[in-house]
Structures are given as C-alpha cells and as structure tokens.
C-alpha cells in the first residue's frame, strides 16, 4: 500500500503564493503510475486540479487552475520513494479549502489520473483577502 503524506498549507493574502508537497513511499514503481492533487471546496464536491504521469512528467490540469497552478515532481526517480509539488499562484479567497494528494495506477491524456487508490489525510489553505 502506498502511504501519502501532504504538507505545506497554511495562510496566505489574496494574491499569494503556496507550494504543497506529497511524499509517497511504499511500492511505488509497481503501484503507481499518476498522482494528482484534488481539493475540496466548503460547500462543494473534491475536485481533481492537477495530474502528473510520473513516468512521462505529462501533467493535465482542470481549466479552473490552468496557468495558476503547476504540479511537478522531484528528479530523484526513487523507485521507493517520490514527491509530487503543487505550486499555487495568484491565489484567490475562493481556492480556500482542503487540498489532497492521491495516487493510483492508470492514467489517461485527456483525463488525467483515474482508478485512484491512495489518498492523504490533506492540507488546509487558507486565502484571506
């Protein structure tokens, strides 16, 4: 089972910049073939925001974040062990919420991650204006 641990949240004034960071361990190289970040809104569904293929460095994003937000992954390739990056730009009172990291073995182009399975406990950002 892979173990997924985010960080990185906080407070920030309208216009502000985050980075969120996902460590994954465990069976990476067998398990996992994407990681995205999701995010959930108070009063809305979780919703998928950005998608990288960890072996293609191919990213898909939701239109809502395009060009504010960018996901990417550290060079290490550990087999074991691999950190996903969320950086948050221009950011805005209404991207207040929860932010999560998930992981999961299939991966499509015009879709992103799907199948997820693994998920973190999530990290709070708070944008005041």
């Known amino acids: 089972q892979v173990q997924l641990v985010e960080s990185g949240g906080g407070s920030v004034q309208d216009e502000g910049s985050l980075r969120l960071s996902c460590a994954a361990s465990g069976p990476i190289s067998t398990e996992i073939v994407c990681m995205a970040w999701f995010r959930q809104l108070p009063g809305k569904e979780r919703e998928g925001v950005a998608h990288?293929?960890?072996?293609?460095?191919?990213?898909?994003?939701?239109?809502s974040v395009n060009g504010r937000f960018t996901i990417s992954q550290d060079a290490s390739r550990d087999a074991a062990k691999r950190i996903t990056y969320l950086q948050l730009n221009n950011l805005q009172p209404e991207d207040t919420g929860k932010y999560y990291c998930?992981?999961?073995?299939?991966?499509?182009?015009?879709?992103?991650?799907?199948?997820?399975?693994?998920w973190g406990q999530g990290t709070q950002v708070t944008v005041s204006s």
């Open positions: 998930a992981a999961g073995p299939s991966w499509i182009p015009s879709r992103g991650c799907t199948r997820l399975n693994s």
């Open positions: 990288i293929n960890i072996n293609s460095d191919k990213t898909y994003y939701t239109s």
